[in-house]
């Protein structure tokens, strides 16, 4: 059950601290320290003021704070030594079931990383892919000690940030979810292509995985968008529109194997918090996509 | 070495039956009985000649004539015991290197068929991707006999035209070659994308092989078509232009995951003969793609 | 001020037809045949009873009834002596202030027609523009009497199914309006282009004029739909968009004379009740449009 | 007749400067000057050793050498005292019909202009629509003295070059013609559109003239590019494409007032010596364009 922004307003300082337990890592202290900022007019204002706490300590605090953090897909985790939201977070990602090999190579890329830099890497999980966080992991390793430090604290913003939403009620929630909505248009009768089957993947580098499946309604969208209601995995998609059965079924095309049949679109997602909205117009002999509104 | 249309016009009729050996299955008579209809004007009315030789006999000697055929991918195929021309059409296609499972799916095939229709599958594999003769010896099979005997008949022509065309020089040669061209428009800058790098792919139902590759010229075309000179394999392809290293290069995009990036565009082919130009315009953000010409 | 649907299912005869008086015109007798199937659940089933009154009378009858319809632009608007609801019909159209030689193109039509069918040419004015109105003109002289009668009494629905709606309040109101929309996106940068002028026209055969200007907002839409709530005139249309200062605004281009400056999109509108959305897809070098949703 | 570049190359240098005469407006220098620089490989390094000369003399003969030119549409145009190639020039932008409102503009802003620089405005108008030359007029008003020297040496080189592609014959001539062209897909067929009728407008701020009309042919292609072996005027233009017919013609619509009907693709051309490539892909219910190339 979600706590209210009023509670968390009214309550006091022990119990506004328990509240918020757990919602930075093994860090209590977050909250005491915003506690004298209260009242807040809106969640993201609560947001901003522990990550202020955060920001304004000293580098070797933030050091230290940051190291609290478990390893991404390490030990901690086939171990069960860590905290429950991070044990979700990271299973979402299938970070609990990786095979022997990539199991490996997280170690590897935990070993090095923790020997660079001294602090375990963080990263928001759940506004990423799981090929993009391995991308990140390898870029990220190419910092310096301060822009990566500043990298940390920027992820430890998007995982409490979203922590935060999960757990509290109120005026003002920071923004974090994303949309992916899509449409298709017929330009060969002039209206919306309604009964189209769309497939939305998301692309690994060794693998592909089919997140959802829809039909156009009679106006030529799915009745709800692809994704919603979540951050947008930064990540590499491909949308599947089955536009030859679709004009197959309006007796447009009999050909057994027609120009256009089974149309890809593939596209990636840099802005977890954006909105993605990715039209297909076509004919059966044409089509164009691109980034819309 | 060819021979030319000007020799057969002027041999005895043993030497034009000799220089015409094995263009026709197993049925020296088929030249034999166009030798009255000399001279020819074209190569192409030659094949006239020849075809009409055999829709002229009657329907029990044409079942006779499409009997001598091998089977696709069969026994004789491995046995050795097939006519050289054939050879090399099967194995282009690779139907001498099918697995021990592929080989039951053909004999199962071929079995049924020659059950329902007492005499061997024909088809101008050149014409064919392996998908494709599956799809066709699956669609015929519906076929009822009459409708079985045109067909193939008709496959006949596309086989020994394109013998013909191997072998005679001279006016007037039938079309026996597709074109499969591309091209890249980049109307983010207004010009030709010059340097992107373009694979083909064949797209069958378990597997995908590239083809060929190519990169754009400064008209924003690669040097040659895809593909020229012969039939286009009915079949299902994948273009996949690399449009975000394009726009990387160009210094437009600097996104580690840019919202394109490889581009996959799926298309059928299903006029052997014809020409297919699928050219690619694209900024970062938008393509679109259509047959063309 | 309008009547209340729930007041014409519970009036008197006399109330119930004083309260419909000069919907059709001089034909008091249509509002008393329908005042037997009352109650009416909808507005629109209201206007079906009335027109099935119409329907139901001898042809002889319906010829009467059309000839109590004034003459379009003809000498009874010129006298002052039609009805007020046609009056304000024709005005919308301009019909009222017609240069001399219109007043002849339309007294000599008017003219013919009453010669060839012996009643006026009727046509719902309120979902025409003044060339389609005399396309209309002309196309119908050429129908025999059968097809025109049905074709003037269509009209006289169309003319009095949205009196009705400017009277009635109720459920289910007939649908009256179409709607014309339009979006602009912009593929250079992938995002809706906002700030966009857009200009909307009418293209007659002689002379265009404007009918309004918008601005786009930051969803690259203007803040309302171009047309709305009324029926959209048949007739061509011109959509201007203003994208060279768009993209000289965004510091795209400084060209003083840019590939694509001042884009003009023409098409014809000929369902008064659709909804036609024309978005407008475009970079410096590119752009295409479509009917969309 | 045209002198060759090997006459050039091998006359005295007497025969030389005459053969030159008129090229460089009142300046047999020029040509006497580059006389020292034969042999020329090419005609275009012939003229840029006329123009070197020009660039290499003092800033004050410079300006004495540019006063030498006719006033544009001047008293001197109507008054017979120009020289035949400027005559020519200036007739071919009806400069020499002008009406007495633009005579009188035209008068204005060389008045303006002789009193801000002391030298008369020169600009090549082979390469320029009329509106192009009035906007250049007034734009190159707000210039110093400086720039706008080097604006007339500028044209005085392009119209220099275009004289001498006229008179000399041999290798290497200087690009002076651009090429406009187009092109009609159809994607509702799949197919070039042959037999769509386009016109070709030029677009001025007062007025629009009709340049040229073609029909497509099988290729969808007009047999010829719309502008060709000349400079393209800088310009606004309006391709008409009549695609409305095309489609009725094919069957394919049959209203009388179908959403697309007639057309219009505006655009600028800025580059005199560019190729403009400006393609159509249409159905029905949609089109785009695009420089292509």
């Known amino acids: 059950m979600k ?20 919602l930075f890592e093994a860090a209590p202290w977050v909250a005491e320290k915003s506690f004298s900022s209260r009242p807040f007019a809106t969640v993201a204002s609560l947001h901003d003021a522990m990550m202020a706490a955060v920001r304004g300590r000293p580098r070797l605090d933030q050091i230290a704070f940051v190291s609290c953090h478990p390893d991404l897909a390490g030990k901690a985790a086939r171990a069960g030594a860590m905290a429950a939201a991070s044990v979700a977070e990271q299973a979402g990602l299938g970070l ?45 390793l190419r910092n310096d000690v301060d822009a990566e430090l500043a990298a940390a604290l920027e992820e430890i913003g998007h995982i409490t940030r979203l922590r935060l939403v999960d757990r509290v009620d109120g005026a003002g929630a920071p923004v974090v979810a994303g ?30 995985a089919l997140l959802t499946q829809a039909v156009t309604n009679r106006d030529g969208r799915p009745e ?30 009999r050909d057994a194997r027609p120009f256009l049949d089974v149309v890809p679109v593939r596209f990636g997602i840099s802005e977890p918090e954006g909105h993605y909205h990715v039209p297909l117009v076509a004919t059966p002999w044409s089509y164009s996509i691109y980034r819309g509104s």
């Open 3 to 22: 706590v209210s922004l009023e509670a968390l307003n009214t309550s006091e300082k022990a119990e506004f601290t328990r509240l918020l337990d757990g």
């Open 96 to 140: 609990d079931q990786l095979s022997d090999d990539e199991f490996r190579r997280f170690e590897g890329l935990n070993s090095d990383y923790r020997q660079k830099f001294g602090f375990p890497f963080v990263i928001c999980v759940r506004r990423q892919t799981r090929d993009a966080v391995l991308d990140a992991f390898e870029r990220r």
């Open 179 to 208: 949309r992916l909505s899509t449409h298709v248009l017929d330009t060969y009768h002039g209206r919306p292509a309604a009964g189209v089957t769309i497939e939305l993947f998301e692309v690994g580098q060794s693998a592909r």
């Open 224 to 253: 709800r968008p692809l994704i919603v209601d979540r951050p947008l995995r930064i990540g590499t998609y491909e949308l599947v529109f089955h536009v030859g059965d679709y004009f197959r079924n309006s007796g447009v095309t």
